[in-house]
T-cell receptor, first 114, second 117 residues
Framework: GNSVTQMEGPVTLSEEAFLTINCTYT??????LFWYVQYPGEGLQLLLK?????DKGSNKGFEATYRKETTSFHLEKGSVQVSDSAVYFC?????????????FGKGTLLTVNP | GAVVSQHPSRVICKSGTSVKIECRSL??????MFWYRQFPKKSLMLMAT?????????EQGVEKDKFLINHASLTLSTLTVTSAHPEDSSFYIC?????????????FGEGSRLTVL
């Protein structure tokens, strides 16, 4: 079956530090990959996505590249801000497009200190 | 952007009682909504897919008689936890897809934390 494994948190960084949150997946074929973010007290929001190998998703300074050879979709940001403090979820949607079911990782709590 | 709202955000109930959680799409019509359950330090687990005007489709291992899902209108889906027990305590999250959204793109509610005493 499909599965997503992301690095255990919590992650604590100082403002302007470099962020990497690792995510690897197991799936049949070529799924679409996503990063969702959940800010305190809010619902999950789509942060970025990639639908095929070598695609790079980017948004709000965050980036992730779909690596088929390593089945990975690591999230990176060059300089984090306090406002980036949230829980980050890696997720996949199976090949097919008509299936909107998402498989999530466990989430990684990021805390950025001023 | 589109907003999905859940109510209540927190509920505490006694063992044996039933609890209803509402999920509303506030500015779009959602023909399909999804209900997830999240255990501490674990990923979101899809419980069921709720389709407007028809029966929900439950994931393997989810008791349909325990978790009743009703999608009576294009903007409202409800999850009722029947005869709740302490092991049902969890964080329940709904999501909805707006027509025309891309693959896997969903709008999520804020979640509802259920505590069964």
């Amino acid at each position: 079956g499909n599965s997503v494994t992301q690095m255990e948190g919590p992650v604590t960084l100082s403002e302007e530090a470099f962020l990497t949150i690792n995510c690897t997946y197991t799936a049949t074929g070529y799924p679409s990959l996503f990063w969702y973010v959940q800010y305190p007290g809010e619902g999950l929001q789509l942060l970025l996505k990639a639908t095929k190998a070598d695609d790079k998703g980017s948004n709000k300074g965050f980036e992730a590249t779909y690596r088929k050879e390593t089945t990975s979709f690591h999230l990176e940001k060059g300089s984090v801000q306090v406002s980036d403090s949230a829980v980050y979820f890696c997720a996949l949607s199976p090949l097919g497009g008509s299936n909107y079911k998402l498989t999530f990782g466990k989430g990684t709590l990021l805390t950025v200190n001023p | 952007g589109a907003v999905v709202s859940q109510h209540p955000s927190r509920v505490i109930c006694k063992s044996g009682t039933s609890v209803k959680i509402e999920c509303r799409s506030l500015d779009f019509q959602a023909t399909t909504m999804f209900w997830y359950r999240q255990f501490p330090k674990k990923s979101l687990m899809l419980m069921a897919t709720s389709n407007e005007g028809s029966k929900a489709t439950y994931e393997q291992g989810v008791e349909k008689d325990k978790f009743l899902i009703n999608h009576a209108s294009l903007t409202l889906s409800t999850l009722t936890v029947t005869s709740a027990h302490p092991e049902d305590s969890s964080f329940y999250i709904c999501s909805a897809r707006e027509p025309g959204q891309g693959i896997g793109e969903l709008f999520f509610g804020e979640g509802s934390r259920l505590t069964v005493l």
